[in-house]
C-alpha cells in the first residue's frame, strides 16, 4: 500500500522560509513524478510544484516561481518543498502526491496524480 506522508507545516511570519517533506513508502518511489498541490480556504487545490522521477526536470506554478524550489532524495524516498519569501497567501494546506504511472513526462494537474499525502498546514501570519 502506497502511502504519502507530509511534515514540516508550521506558522512562519511573512518573508519567512519553510522545508517541507514527504516522505513515500510502497512504491518504487524513484520511477515516479512527483508534485506538490496546495488548498486554501474557501479555494480549490491547485498546482504548485513537480519533478520528475530523476529529479532532472522540475516545473513551478507562477506564482511561486523563484521562492519555492522542489527536490527529491531518491535514496530517502522523499521529496521536499523548500519555501522561502513567505507571503500570507501561500497560507493553505500543502499536499504531495504521486504520479499515477511511472516514469514519462512531468505532470502538472490533479488527475496525473495518485495517492496523494493527509497535507499539511502552512499559515504565513502578515
Known amino acids: 500500500q502506497v502511502q504519502l506522508v507530509e511534515s514540516g507545516g508550521g506558522l512562519v511570519q511573512a518573508g519567512g522560509s519553510l522545508r517541507l517533506s514527504c516522505a513515500a513508502s510502497?512504491?518504487?518511489?524513484?520511477?515516479?513524478?512527483m508534485g506538490w498541490f496546495r488548498q486554501a480556504p474557501g479555494k480549490e487545490r491547485e498546482f504548485v510544484a513537480a519533478?520528475?522521477?530523476?529529479?532532472?526536470?522540475?516545473h513551478y506554478a507562477d506564482s511561486v516561481k523563484g521562492r519555492f524550489t522542489i527536490s527529491r532524495d531518491n535514496a530517502k524516498n522523499t521529496v521536499y518543498l523548500q519555501m522561502n519569501s513567505l507571503k500570507p497567501e501561500d497560507t493553505a494546506v500543502y499536499y504531495c502526491?504521486?504520479?499515477?504511472?511511472?516514469?514519462?513526462?512531468?505532470?502538472?494537474?490533479?488527475?496525473?496524480?495518485?495517492?496523494w499525502g493527509q497535507g499539511t498546514q502552512v499559515t504565513v501570519s502578515s
Open positions: 510502497g512504491l518504487t518511489f524513484s520511477s515516479y513524478g
Open positions: 519533478i520528475s522521477y530523476s529529479g532532472g526536470n522540475t
Open positions: 502526491a504521486a504520479r499515477r504511472t511511472s516514469y514519462g513526462n512531468i505532470a502538472i494537474t490533479e488527475a496525473d496524480f495518485s495517492p
